[in-house]
């Protein structure tokens, strides 16, 4: 339990610290000059959004395999915890082997990441009334159905990663992201790439929820120290 809640903290951080700023140099904000900013506008967030999901991979593509690896062993002595995970991935398939299925993530990534910022931006902005600051309603749903529209874009592509990551650790072997496709569809149809879409949107509503609202407060604290 301790090894997803630290890593996910440490995802966060990498990938909400790049937005702010990704978002601040966009803007103009870091601008002395009130005159030099300009409101942040849609493809400005996205843009912000996508850099984020970018800077996080190298830290996420290892993480999220071993997370994969431990959460798909087929025997319960396979791996004694994730340091172990890490050591038999080494010995076993060397450092490249900490990376597998890192473009399928990448791609999941980049999209997501762009969405998942712009409609909770989106949805934040229809919920709050003009010239106000956002409440805590408004931060939550926003960040709660951000996290749920995020993940509907990005669960076709989970289902491809989570297949790859697991093809060294007795799992199937694919030739590639194409390949674990057009296999998946043909031996179980289109509806493959939608596995876990409602767990997941039922996860990802209370925890996005909580995460931008900590983001929002921060930001507010940072900015007026």
Request: hydrophobic letters at 40%; one cysteine or more; glycine letters at 10%.
């Amino acid at each position: 339990m301790t090894f997803p809640l630290l890593s996910a903290g440490l995802i966060n951080s990498i990938a909400f610290g790049s937005y702010s700023t990704a978002l601040d140099l966009l803007t103009g904000s870091r601008h002395s000059d009130p005159s030099q900013r300009k409101p942040a506008s849609a493809a400005h967030v996205f843009t912000a959004g996508t850099f984020a999901g970018l800077t996080q991979l190298p830290v996420c593509i290892p993480i999220d395999l071993v997370k994969v690896r431990l959460q798909g062993q087929t025997s319960a002595d396979q791996y004694r915890g994730s340091v172990h995970c890490v050591d038999e991935i080494l010995k076993k398939e060397g450092p490249r082997g900490l990376f597998k299925g890192g473009t399928a993530l990448a791609i999941r990534d980049l999209l997501s990441y762009g969405l998942y910022f712009l409609s909770y931006e989106l949805i934040c902005e229809a919920l709050t009334e003009a010239g106000k600051e956002p409440g805590m309603f408004s931060i939550m749903t926003a960040g709660g159905l951000a996290g749920v529209l995020s993940w509907a874009l990005a669960t076709p592509m989970d289902v491809v990663k989570a297949r790859l990551q697991m093809s060294e650790a007795g799992g199937r072997t694919y030739n590639g992201i194409l390949d674990c496709m057009r296999t998946s569809v043909k031996e179980e149809g289109v509806r493959v790439f939608f596995k876990g879409v409602a767990l997941n949107s039922v996860k990802a509503f209370p925890v996005n929820a909580i995460t931008f609202l900590s983001y929002e407060r921060l930001m507010k604290l940072f900015h007026s120290g």
